[in-house]
């Protein structure tokens, strides 16, 4: 029998099965996934910021970070905002319905440098899905540094992964700030760019790390605040999206100059994407 992952079978999806659908907001959901394999569910493991390729029949295939945290064995979370045909078809699916995912694939983030560290992380939109994973990951591992988490959504409705903002909002040493950009009758909170919130954070620079995960704009904005508040370029980490096919480092459809988001990617610091020729910095 030929193993899958063999250079073969690179491409050949394994099935898995949709336990559960959270639905996190009217764009986004969340697929709780387990492989229909046992041994390779067993087995199976992956570290944050790692993405699977996702897949439907008659409906295309894509990258979709993973959500959850390594150490939640068992499953898989998926969180998928709908963009298009292959996104659009996953959340018609439901409860008991199978897909194809290949993977883990992708740099993840460097968590062994993270333990050390003050942690500020800024998201906005599905962009917390990569970071949530980390976030967990780092809590469930003890992080004994000060976590600051900003979190930006178009509107109080668009506030996605709810439990877990709640749950970080009530977690020692853990600093959780919510923004939108435009209020509904109701929300008492913060509205304005989640730039906006960093003037409410005790930061400090020299002894941090900074993770941002969103819409280019956002990150755009975000990266310029970090370097005025004195933030080194290799002490930001962000993930840049590219439209890709293999996943694998062959098609080469998500260059940025000689590197390529499915390999080197798609988890880069500030220092290494300014040697790039990337838009997501452009002004
Ligand atoms: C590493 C990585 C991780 C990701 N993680 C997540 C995640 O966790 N959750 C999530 O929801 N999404 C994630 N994405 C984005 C997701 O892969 C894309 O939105 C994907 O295109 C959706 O597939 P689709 O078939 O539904 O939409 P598509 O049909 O691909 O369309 C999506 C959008 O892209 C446009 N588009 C289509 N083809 C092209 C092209 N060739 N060039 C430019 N624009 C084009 C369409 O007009 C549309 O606006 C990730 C992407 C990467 C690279």
Same mark, same amino acid.
């Given at each position: 029998?030929?193993?899958?992952?063999?250079?073969?079978?690179?491409?050949?999806?394994?099935?898995?099965?949709?336990?559960?659908?959270?639905?996190?907001?009217?764009?986004?959901?969340?697929?709780?996934?387990?492989?229909?394999?046992?041994?390779?569910?067993?087995?199976?493991?992956?570290?944050?910021?790692?993405?699977?390729?996702?897949?439907?029949?008659?409906?295309?295939?894509?990258?979709?970070?993973?959500?959850?945290?390594?150490?939640?064995?068992?499953?898989?979370?998926?969180?998928?905002?709908?963009?298009?045909?292959?996104? +659009? /078809?996953? %959340? $018609?699916?439901?409860?008991?319905?199978?897909? &194809?995912? @290949?993977? =883990?694939?992708?740099?993840? #983030?460097?968590?062994?440098?993270?333990?050390?560290?003050?942690?500020?992380?800024?998201?906005?939109?599905?962009?917390?899905?990569?970071?949530?994973?980390?976030?967990?990951?780092?809590? +469930? /591992?003890? %992080? $004994?540094?000060?976590?600051?988490?900003?979190? &930006?959504? @178009?509107? =109080?409705?668009?506030?996605? #992964?709810?439990?877990?903002?709640?749950?970080?909002?009530?977690?020692?040493?853990?600093?959780?700030?919510?923004?939108?950009?435009?209020?509904?009758?109701?929300?008492?909170?913060?509205?304005?760019?989640?730039?906006?919130?960093?003037?409410?954070?005790?930061?400090?620079?020299?002894?941090?790390?900074?993770?941002?995960?969103?819409?280019?704009?956002?990150?755009?904005?975000?990266?310029?605040?970090?370097?005025?508040?004195?933030?080194?370029?290799?002490?930001?980490?962000?993930?840049?999206?590219?439209?890709?096919?293999?996943?694998?480092?062959?098609?080469?459809?998500?260059?940025?100059?000689?590197?390529?988001?499915?390999?080197?990617?798609?988890?880069?610091?500030?220092?290494?994407?300014?040697?790039?020729?990337?838009?997501?910095?452009?002004?």
């Amino acid at each position: 029998m030929t193993m899958p992952n063999s250079p073969k079978d690179l491409y050949r999806p394994r099935r898995a099965e949709i336990r559960e659908v959270i639905v996190e907001n009217s764009q986004i959901k969340t697929f709780v996934l387990a492989f229909v394999d046992r041994a390779h569910n067993g087995s199976f493991t992956y570290q944050p910021g790692q993405f699977m390729m996702v897949s439907v029949p008659h409906c295309g295939e894509a990258p979709i970070s993973i959500s959850s945290t390594p150490a939640d064995s068992g499953t898989i979370h998926l969180s998928v905002r709908r963009a298009g045909i292959l996104t +659009a /078809a996953l %959340h $018609d699916m439901k409860q008991g319905d199978m897909v &194809g995912l @290949r993977g =883990p694939y992708g740099r993840p #983030f460097p968590m062994t440098a993270l333990a050390g560290s003050d942690l500020l992380f800024v998201a906005g939109g599905i962009g917390l899905a990569p970071l949530r994973s980390v976030i967990n990951t780092c809590l +469930a /591992a003890g %992080h $004994d540094r000060r976590i600051t988490i900003l979190y &930006g959504s @178009r509107t =109080p409705s668009d506030i996605a #992964f709810q439990g877990d903002l709640a749950s970080w909002g009530q977690t020692a040493g853990v600093n959780c700030l919510l923004t939108v950009d435009r209020s509904e009758p109701g929300w008492e909170g913060e509205v304005g760019l989640v730039t906006g919130l960093f003037a409410q954070c005790a930061l400090e620079p020299d002894e941090s790390k900074a993770l941002v995960c969103g819409p280019p704009m956002m990150i755009r904005a975000v990266l310029a605040q970090l370097a005025d508040r004195g933030f080194a370029d290799g002490n930001i980490i962000t993930t840049m999206e590219r439209h890709m096919k293999c996943g694998v480092g062959i098609c080469r459809h998500c260059h940025m100059d000689d590197k390529l988001v499915c390999k080197d990617g798609p988890v880069f610091t500030l220092e290494e994407l300014k040697r790039l020729k990337v838009m997501e910095l452009r002004g």
